[in-house]
């Protein structure tokens, strides 16, 4: 190594110290309303309940899961930004491996572009709605396998066969993970699949039998990516949790994510546009869609399919999620592209010899980034979260910042933090409670357990399942009528697209409102809460 490539180095490493110690003051910012689900239910479990029996939520269990050992080392919401920042940093360090082994040389650009780009504060309110998601687990999974799955191929086979399966299996129980999180990451496995069969490819000289070899690699993942489903999903059917689970993860997802497109032709159209529509939004997205024109143009290099497999499984797993446009769908792609942008950066500095050539291509890019990624507002959130974490603004002024302003923001830390005091205050620790609406973040921070298994109104306001034993209404009044609550919370202007509120849904429920008027008393309101006091006996 030459003493100025060893200088690159040596910043290139000064780098990626600073773009994780800029993400340090995030660890102060409010759960976002998913994060919070995600907590009710692990707390829920910590308890020695069931999800989707005790605690009804869309999401697969492995979510669930992960924040119920979140909570259990650190039982405070800043375990997960805190979490978010750790997955952020093992990505990096797993594209770091990916790219040596794919292209060579120390392998920074791509983990560079990753920290750069893909931190959450370029988002809408500081990121708070994509920080420790199930994509971003998902995305730390899919980028363990493929180490796994390089260390499988080019592995001393002969010496440590056994060694051998066991990379191939760790990289599917990893895959399973990823699909316990979320079922439509399982598409990831095609992009693994491929990436084996590539690699096996370029081998075949030495390798003839690469073919039945790369099907060896398959079938040992597909072993190994049973291990976690068996355990989470077998496991909560035999524990009497399956038929909720099918309809929570299932036949909820299916509706929920149908109900984006109006036939196969939106769906199509969705999947051709949203790329190009993100690019102009997300400097990742620009960066790394430039990165796989790139390595369209070298096809004939393994590196270049492995990175492409892996962008085009990311981008069919956000199609099947929905076209709401979500944030948090984007950021299982956050890896994958920071890939492409850098093996495709590093091709054309390569070609691109004379010195002028390669300021105006860095000129070029800066110019782009600059028009897409808005850097004084990701400026502006860090500058607020180190303001904040140093003790120069109070806990209330700051929370302000991240919703609560606009009558259609369902989802007020402020307004959280304010019901959650409430809930202490005219509870006991072991009453249950009952918080009508997307306020779930209360309940995680009063530490109080929901009177009924619909913490969050969602379900019930759109009318799933309404008929049907223990959902509906008449689902909701029998959990209510087993475990009144000591107090209810009802959220007024939380569910606009869908045509009501919280609170408008139960007053107009005959059979709720009469409970709640038989045995409550109405209090003076903690906007936007409707709050009832249960009646002394």
């Given at each position: 190594m030459s003493?100025?490539?060893?200088?690159?180095?040596?910043?290139?490493?000064?780098?990626?110290?600073l773009?994780v110690?800029?993400?340090?003051?995030?660890?102060?910012?409010?759960?976002?309303?998913?994060?919070?689900?995600?907590?009710?239910?692990?707390?829920?479990?910590?308890?020695?309940?069931?999800?989707?029996?005790?605690?009804?939520?869309q999401?697969?269990?492995g979510?669930?899961?992960?924040?119920?050992?979140?909570?259990?080392?650190?039982?405070?919401?800043?375990?997960?930004?805190?979490?978010?920042?750790?997955?952020?940093?093992?990505?990096?360090?797993?594209?770091?491996?990916?790219?040596?082994?794919?292209?060579?040389?120390?392998?920074?650009?791509?983990?560079?572009?990753?920290?750069?780009?893909?931190?959450?504060?370029?988002?809408?309110?500081?990121?708070?709605?994509?920080?420790?998601?199930?994509?971003?687990?998902?995305?730390?999974?899919?980028?363990?396998?493929?180490?796994?799955?390089?260390?499988r191929?080019?592995?001393?086979?002969?010496?440590?066969?056994?060694?051998?399966?066991?990379?191939?299996?760790?990289a599917?129980?990893l895959?399973?993970?990823?699909?316990?999180?979320?079922?439509?990451?399982?598409?990831?496995?095609?992009?693994?699949?491929?990436?084996?069969a590539?690699?096996?490819?370029?081998?075949?000289?030495?390798?003839?039998?690469?073919?039945?070899?790369?099907?060896?690699?398959?079938?040992?993942?597909?072993?190994?990516?049973?291990?976690?489903?068996?355990?989470?999903?077998?496991?909560l059917?035999l524990?009497?949790?399956?038929?909720?689970?099918w309809?929570?993860?299932?036949?909820?997802?299916?509706?929920?994510?149908?109900?984006?497109?109006?036939?196969?032709?939106?769906?199509?159209?969705?999947?051709?546009?949203?790329?190009?529509?993100?690019?102009?939004?997300?400097?990742?997205?620009?960066l790394?869609?430039?990165?796989?024109?790139?390595l369209l143009?070298?096809?004939?290099?393994?590196?270049a399919?492995?990175?492409?497999?892996?962008?085009?499984?990311?981008?069919?797993?956000?199609?099947?999620?929905?076209?709401?446009?979500?944030?948090?769908?984007?950021?299982?792609?956050?890896?994958?592209?920071?890939?492409a942008a850098?093996?495709?950066?590093?091709?054309?500095?390569?070609?691109a010899?004379?010195?002028?050539?390669?300021?105006?291509?860095?000129?070029?890019?800066g110019?782009?980034?600059?028009?897409?990624?808005?850097?004084?507002?990701?400026?502006?959130?860090?500058?607020?979260?180190a303001?904040?974490?140093?003790?120069?603004?109070?806990?209330?002024?700051?929370?302000?910042?991240?919703?609560g302003?606009?009558?259609?923001?369902?989802?007020?830390?402020?307004?959280?933090?304010?019901?959650?005091?409430?809930?202490?205050?005219?509870?006991?620790?072991?009453?249950?409670?009952?918080v009508?609406?997307?306020s779930?973040?209360?309940?995680?921070?009063?530490?109080?357990?929901?009177?009924?298994?619909?913490?969050?109104?969602?379900?019930?306001?759109?009318?799933?399942?309404?008929?049907?034993?223990?959902?509906?209404?008449a689902?909701?009044?029998?959990?209510?009528?087993?475990?009144?609550?000591?107090?209810?919370?009802?959220?007024?202007?939380?569910?606009?697209?869908?045509?009501?509120?919280?609170?408008?849904?139960?007053?107009?429920?005959?059979?709720?409102s009469?409970?709640?008027?038989?045995?409550?008393?109405?209090?003076?309101?903690?906007?936007?809460?409707?709050?009832?006091?249960?009646?002394?006996?």
């Amino acid at each position: 190594m030459s003493v100025t490539t060893d200088r690159r180095t040596r910043a290139a490493w000064i780098v990626l110290a600073l773009l994780v110690l800029v993400r340090v003051p995030s660890l102060v910012q409010p759960a976002g309303a998913d994060q919070d689900l995600y907590a009710y239910v692990g707390q829920e479990i910590l308890r020695g309940g069931l999800p989707y029996v005790d605690a009804w939520d869309q999401k697969p269990p492995g979510i669930h899961y992960v924040y119920a050992a979140l909570f259990a080392i650190w039982p405070h919401e800043s375990v997960i930004n805190a979490a978010d920042l750790a997955a952020a940093v093992a990505a990096a360090w797993l594209l770091l491996l990916i790219e040596r082994r794919l292209a060579g040389g120390p392998g920074l650009v791509a983990p560079i572009v990753f920290l750069l780009l893909g931190n959450p504060a370029f988002s809408r309110l500081g990121g708070i709605r994509i920080r420790a998601q199930c994509e971003t687990f998902i995305a730390v999974a899919v980028a363990g396998a493929i180490v796994l799955l390089w260390q499988r191929v080019h592995g001393s086979a002969p010496a440590a066969a056994w060694r051998s399966r066991g990379a191939a299996i760790g990289a599917g129980v990893l895959l399973g993970v990823a699909f316990t999180l979320k079922y439509n990451a399982g598409v990831f496995a095609v992009s693994l699949a491929a990436a084996a069969a590539v690699w096996r490819l370029q081998r075949r000289a030495t390798d003839p039998a690469w073919c039945r070899l790369a099907a060896a690699d398959t079938a040992w993942m597909a072993l190994g990516s049973w291990i976690p489903i068996a355990v989470l999903i077998g496991g909560l059917s035999l524990a009497g949790a399956g038929v909720d689970l099918w309809h929570a993860t299932l036949t909820y997802n299916l509706r929920y994510s149908g109900e984006t497109y109006g036939g196969a032709a939106d769906l199509v159209r969705y999947a051709l546009t949203f790329p190009i529509q993100q690019a102009r939004v997300d400097g990742l997205w620009l960066l790394g869609g430039a990165g796989c024109a790139v390595l369209l143009t070298r096809l004939r290099h393994g590196a270049a399919w492995v990175a492409l497999a892996w962008v085009a499984a990311a981008c069919f797993s956000i199609v099947i999620n929905g076209g709401r446009g979500l944030p948090q769908y984007f950021v299982q792609a956050n890896p994958a592209l920071a890939l492409a942008a850098g093996l495709g950066a590093r091709a054309v500095w390569a070609v691109a010899r004379p010195r002028w050539v390669r300021i105006a291509l860095v000129l070029v890019a800066g110019l782009a980034l600059s028009r897409v990624v808005q850097v004084t507002k990701a400026m502006d959130y860090t500058w607020s979260d180190a303001r904040h974490m140093a003790g120069l603004v109070p806990r209330e002024a700051y929370l302000v910042r991240f919703g609560g302003q606009r009558v259609t923001d369902k989802h007020a830390p402020a307004a959280l933090r304010r019901l959650a005091a409430y809930l202490r205050e005219h509870s006991a620790a072991d009453d249950p409670v009952l918080v009508f609406g997307f306020s779930q973040g209360a309940l995680v921070q009063a530490r109080r357990r929901s009177a009924t298994r619909f913490f969050w109104s969602r379900p019930l306001v759109v009318g799933f399942l309404d008929g049907q034993p223990g959902y509906g209404a008449a689902g909701l009044i029998g959990d209510l009528r087993r475990r009144p609550p000591a107090v209810v919370a009802l959220q007024r202007q939380d569910w606009q697209l869908e045509g009501t509120d919280s609170a408008g849904y139960f007053n107009t429920q005959p059979s709720l409102s009469a409970w709640l008027h038989a045995g409550y008393t109405r209090q003076p309101d903690l906007p936007p809460y409707e709050l009832w006091v249960r009646n002394a006996r």
